[in-house]
């Protein structure tokens, strides 16, 4: 009997642990069946990462939520991207983004190896090159849908960003480049419009009491002496900004690169001429016809200061003109006003780069394009 109930404690033993071992690995299996759910747990957590936005013409585009490989066909929004520290992610650009902008290359000489995506018109796009890079997304300059759309069919999400009429205008499309970015880049979007605000305010305390018939008239040129940035531009808003008036307010005149005869020019006879560049200025003094402007005349034909990038015209640097227009239009009003300190205070914030006075001597009188 003894020897039967021990036979019968081991059976029982090795039939408990039997069961023990297949608890053991049906649990197991339980673990092998949650994989699906796992799965999905993961999905959802990519899915997270992606968001969906409004683009600066309306359209609804699902973004990275903190895109790492951007490329942009605007010039102009290349020079916002290091100004709000994202840089690095920028891996396409235009070719003027290469062959121009020398002191850009300087503080940030990467930009100098960064690929041409777009060519110089800004509306070529090399395909293959563009899927080469392997971008999160690519901010394109609105109202070419033609390029949207050969963008989007490649798969790559598109975002339109608005032309800059206004600061205003400007203003919102740093923050919204910002938004889409992440990480700091806001903070930093919201830094440089409490900058711009600031000059924008200092510059309308100046010139507030100034009427019409005593500004003096301004002449925006860019690109050739007879095309004009007019009416419904950037150019005509610092003007007034300034304390002067653009010659082409209220002359049917409107948009950016217009083609304006010489006759109206000498109907305007503007006070100053400011040429976006140096080699615009020189055509104009060298040219005899244009003599009898007030401009010539009087040694007010200037070249408009230009750093990372050009201040008169679509870029984040344009936060600097309103003062510039203002202390060059009206020194005694602005005799407080530093530009060159300003402008290393803008360098040294946005930029994290300590300019020397050769290189604030050559932003305020370029002679490169």
């Not at 957590?45 to 605007?74: C, F």
């Not at 609105?142 to 999400?157: A, H, Q, V």
């Not at 615009?280 to 009898?292: A, G, P, Q, V, Y």
């Not at 300190?341 to 930029?351: A, D, G, M, S």
Request: glycine share 6%.
């Amino acid at each position: 009997m003894a020897a039967i109930r021990f036979l019968y404690r081991r059976l029982t033993a090795v039939l408990l642990a039997a069961l023990l071992a297949l608890l053991a690995l049906t649990a197991c299996g339980g673990g092998t069946t949650s994989t699906p759910s796992g799965s999905a747990a993961q999905t959802t957590a990519a899915e997270a990462t992606r968001h969906t936005v409004v683009d600066m013409s309306g359209n609804s585009v699902q973004v990275p939520t903190l895109p790492k490989r951007i490329v942009t066909n605007y010039p102009a929004v290349t020079q916002i991207i290091f100004l709000l520290g994202a840089i690095e992610r920028q891996v396409g650009v235009t070719e003027t983004n290469l062959t121009t902008l020398p002191l850009f290359k300087k503080i940030y000489p990467p930009l100098a190896a960064k690929t041409a995506v777009f060519g110089t018109d800004t509306t070529t796009v090399n395909t293959e090159v563009l899927l080469a890079q392997k971008p999160d997304l690519v901010f394109l300059t609105s109202g070419n849908e033609t390029l949207r759309k050969t963008i989007t069919d490649l798969g790559i999400p598109a975002l339109d960003v608005a032309s800059f009429p206004n600061s205003d205008k400007l203003k919102d499309g740093v923050t919204f480049i910002a938004d889409v970015l992440g990480g700091n880049a806001p903070e930093r979007a919201k830094k440089f419009t409490e900058f711009y605000d600031g000059a924008l305010k200092r510059a309308a305390e100046g010139t507030k009491d100034i009427p019409d018939a005593k500004r003096p008239k301004i002449y925006y040129t860019a690109n050739d002496p007879l095309s004009t940035d007019a009416s419904k531009t950037i150019a005509e808003v610092w003007a007034r900004q300034g304390g002067g008036v653009a010659v082409t307010e209220n002359s049917g005149v409107e948009g950016t690169a217009k083609s304006v005869t010489l006759e109206s020019v000498f109907a305007w006879n503007p006070d100053y001429i400011i040429c976006r560049d140096h080699s615009t200025c020189e055509k104009i003094l060298k040219d005899d016809r244009w003599s009898t402007v007030a401009a010539v005349r009087n040694n007010h034909v200037i070249t408009n200061p230009r750093g990372v990038f050009v201040w008169a015209a679509r870029s984040a640097e344009s936060a600097l003109q309103p003062l510039w227009v203002a202390k060059t239009l009206h020194p005694d009003r602005f005799a407080d006003v530093d530009i060159a300190k300003e402008i290393k205070n803008f360098y040294t914030t946005f930029y994290n780069y300590n300019l020397t006075d050769a290189e604030v001597d050559g932003i305020l009188s370029p002679t490169q394009p």
